[in-house]
RNA sequence: GCGCCUGUAGCUCAGUGGUAGAGCAUUCGACUUUUAAUCGAAUGGUCGUUGGUUCAAUUCCAACCAGGCGCACCA
């Protein structure tokens, strides 16, 4: 038999006992008057002296993560996930029946404890035990208490042994969630009304991605998972709703990295009478503040770097960043002129060693450029804006410039963590981009957009200038919480299935 | 999709072409303030899977499975 069967085996057979000898075994409550961890919070500092002029009564329950016999005197240590308490069970301190329930324990068990705090001679708040209350079973051994789960495909997929184990990773998720918590705060005390738009449809648009299909069987209509909700909320500022946000899944049907899992969480908003200057301000506002309320602070440590999230944020032109690469790359000048022209910018993007595919023109390849030159070393804050209007379908021209448009990307840590722009709203401009994009499509563009005409309609009713933007909280919560994967910050990422 | 790396006890990890190792966990024993408790003893393995080479494979080789990292794609 082996280590893990002889083990579930032992714990079987205390459970059996356990229900043998009249012990509710799957009790229905408790009545636990304190959380381990307000106990610890409200008498972490108090002195012996202190507790015991008190003599404070307690009720409280958690998880077995320790337990120390000394025959008759033993220490149990109980977790509620996030602070741990020491209890004292003496034999002659307890009924007989909780005694033996003790003695019944597994590592891992869940315990309810009646008694009074104390701190013992190495001074640990602890409480002395009057009754033990049985109140679930763990019938598989958990991982060892030095060295904790370090194997992350466990981590991964069963993420529970983590959580249990590994209060780091739990702590990820709470300020995960303060994030989220945080930035809708942030967003609804400025007047924006929170929306939720249609995660299956028929057009997979907002963004340029492969999309996952599904099917409904009533309808009998294959559908699209979202790859953004951005078509969606522009319409409803169509319909006179000024300022929405949604925060939600996105998901799409491309590579797994560190920084990508195929469904993610993004919170965008729209703004009428907004442009993406003001976006810009706004968000290194939000930035900033979500960084303070939901950590304490808005200066962090990521991998190697210590990053500044006060505003200002550096400002870069997207050509700027990729002629001045280029420039230092190749020893040699690079003009704003070569970037623009097709033929130029292509020689120079085969000398940077990069592809260059037939149906790219200028604006793509200046945008790889600066993606394979620029993008992972924007560490501190900083502003990419004025991107190739060849890259942005649904972003609104400069009006003097119309092979840029005025959108921007938010740069943290080396990689993507907002996109913003000023709305494209001339459904005759838009047309004609949604048909650009259906000829890369034709070329065999998968990720090209799709021609969505309710979309067109919806812009030939009148949508005022407005400012959108979509913030990547997976990528967020990588930053505030330092850790260097996404999978670190959701709690079940895709993996495949075993067996 | 490509490249590199990893897979040995429940967990964390050593290791070897010739009967498989440690610590923790588990079991038994001692112990009424310990805290990685300690001390004594014991149990626990299809060495990821399937093939191949070999007298002999956990070890060498190949394919496959799962994962990590990097590249590509992308946010």
């Known amino acids: 038999m082996s280590s893990q069967d002889e083990q579930v085996e032992q714990r079987r057979a205390n459970l059996a006992e356990l229900a043998r000898l009249g012990v509710e075994v799957y009790p229905r409550t408790f009545d636990r008057r304190d959380a381990i961890s307000d106990l610890v919070a409200r008498h972490g500092e108090r ?3 202190e507790l015991e002029a ?14 120390r016999s000394f025959g008759k ?6 977790s509620d996930g996030r602070a741990k308490i020491q209890v004292y069970i003496r034999q002659d301190s307890i009924p007989a029946l909780d005694f033996t329930i003790f003695k019944l324990l597994d590592f891992g068990d869940w315990v309810g404890v009646e008694g009074r705090l104390f701190r013992t001679k190495t001074n640990e708040l602890t409480i002395w035990a009057s009754r033990l209350h049985f109140l679930s079973k763990c019938l598989l051994p958990l991982p060892e208490k030095w060295h904790g789960l370090t194997d992350v495909e466990t981590r991964y997929r069963q993420r529970y042994l983590d959580l249990i184990v590994n209060p780091d990773s739990r702590r990820v998720f709470e300020t995960r969630s303060r994030v989220v918590a945080a930035i809708r705060e942030f967003m609804t005390a400025r007047g924006y009304l929170e929306v939720e738009t249609p995660m299956m449809q028929p057009i997979a648009g907002g963004a340029i991605a492969r999309p996952f299909t599904t099917h409904h069987n009533t309808l009998d209509m294959d559908l699209f998972l979202r790859i953004a909700p951005e078509l969606y909320l522009k319409r409803l500022t169509v319909g006179g709703m000024e300022k929405v946000f949604e925060i939600n899944r996105n998901f799409r049907n491309e590579g797994i990295s560190t920084q990508h899992n195929p469904e993610f969480t993004m919170m965008e908003f729209y703004e009428a009478y907004a442009d993406y200057q003001a976006l810009m301000t706004m968000t290194e506002v939000l930035i900033s503040s979500v960084a303070r309320q939901a950590i ?7 991998g190697d770097h210590a990053i500044s999230l006060a505003p200002p944020f550096t400002r870069l032109s997207l050509r700027a960043a990729a002629r001045e690469a280029a420039s230092r790359r190749l020893a040699r000048e690079v003009t704003d002129a070569d970037l623009r022209q097709r033929d130029t910018a292509a020689d120079l993007a085969r000398l940077l060693g990069l592809d260059v595919a037939a149906g790219h ?13 620029c993008e992972d070393r ?3 804050p900083t502003f990419v804006y004025d991107f190739p209007t060849e890259v942005s379908p649904l972003s609104k021209q400069k009006p ?13 840590g080396g990689f993507e963590v907002a996109n913003a722009f000023s709305e494209l709203n001339d459904p005759a401009e838009q047309r004609r981009r949604f048909e650009a994009q259906l000829k890369d499509r034709a070329l065999g563009d998968l990720e ?19 400012g959108g933007e979509g913030v990547g909280i997976d990528r967020l919560v990588m930053l505030l919480t330092n850790r260097p994967s996404i999978r670190d910050v959701i709690l079940f990422p895709l993996m495949r299935t075993r067996d």
């Open 378 to 380: 924007l560490v501190q």
């Open 73 to 78: 005197a033993n220490f149990l240590v109980l």
């Open 54 to 67: 008190d003599r404070t009564e307690t009720a409280t329950a958690g998880r077995i993560l320790a337990i």
């Open 361 to 373: 023109g200028a604006g793509k390849i200046t945008t790889d450029i600066f993606e394979a030159l």
């Open 448 to 466: 090209a957009h799709q021609m969505d005409d309710d979309y067109i309609r919806a812009l030939e009713y009148g949508l005022p200038p407005t």
């Open 47 to 49: 002195t012996h002296d």
């Open 400 to 412: 003097d410039d119309p092979d840029t448009v005025e959108r921007f990307e938010l740069y943290i």
């Open 296 to 302: 304490g602070t808005d200066q962090i440590t990521f």
